[in-house]
């Protein structure tokens, strides 16, 4: 393929609406991508499942599964194909509950169009780490699969949002991440949220590793940010 090319870009559309689902494959088609189109949750999640698909824009509001359960079972199974939530709702606990059930994006509809396509091109230009069921970083576990985390067979309870912090900190175990970094795999690039909530989450995941027995596993790199080590 020669640079810019995008023709051979898949992307998966779950929208139950089928005037807004013609116009989503109208857009994309126009951009060179490929398109399939389900809809409903349970046809969308079954092809998501097959892991052949660059991105995903899904809709929240869906028959049979809604876009929260279809992103959340399908992190739980290991997907890590970029998803783009489309809704009507603009209320912030929607957003939040969007990207702690995995979403990597949240657009409100209406949308413009090139806006849509602009927030496409970035999550296609993500690379995903290289997937692993299960993290080992010395005695501690994470279980992506099962959403745990255990270190010398004790387990952890986490929320969502920690449990998703952990696991970026484990799967990069021994590398500085930035704060930026960690917001923008945690909570997405758009999260307008407190500039410290890092620092936040980060302390509280500290304290329940603590509890467990283990201190000191997450390191502060001054002027840089978090490290994960064994």
């Not at 559309?13 to 013609?22: L, T």
């Not at 890590?80 to 990207?99: F, I, N, Q, S, W």
């Not at 999260?191 to 909530?197: K, L, P, R, T, Y």
């Amino acid at each position: 393929m020669r640079r810019g090319e995008t023709r051979h870009v898949r992307i998966l559309v779950v929208e139950d609406q089928a005037e807004i689902a013609d116009g989503l494959r109208a857009l994309l088609e126009r951009r060179r991508y490929a398109v399939d189109v389900a809809s409903d949750g349970t046809t969308g999640y079954d092809l998501l499942l097959r892991g052949t698909y660059d991105a995903a824009i899904v809709d929240v509001v869906l028959p049979g599964r809604d876009g929260f359960a279809l992103c959340r079972d399908a992190r739980a199974e290991g997907i890590a194909t970029p998803v783009l939530l489309l809704t009507a709702r603009d209320a912030v606990e929607d957003r939040v509950r969007g990207l702690d059930a995995g979403a990597d994006d949240y657009l409100v509809k209406p949308f413009v169009e090139d806006e849509l396509a602009a927030r496409l091109r970035a999550l296609l230009r993500r690379t995903p780490l290289p997937y692993r069921p299960t993290i080992l970083v010395g005695d501690l576990v994470v279980d992506r699969g099962a959403r745990s985390v255990r270190v010398a067979g004790l387990e952890v309870p986490l929320g969502a949002t920690e449990f998703r912090l952990l696991e970026y900190l484990a799967a990069n175990a021994g590398l500085a991440l930035t704060r930026v970094q960690i917001l923008g795999r945690v909570w997405g690039e758009d999260f307008d949220g407190s500039s410290n909530v890092v620092d936040v989450y980060v302390s509280a995941v500290r304290r329940k590793l603590a509890a467990a027995g283990v201190r000191d596993r997450i390191t502060t790199v001054w002027g840089v940010g978090y490290s994960l080590h064994a």
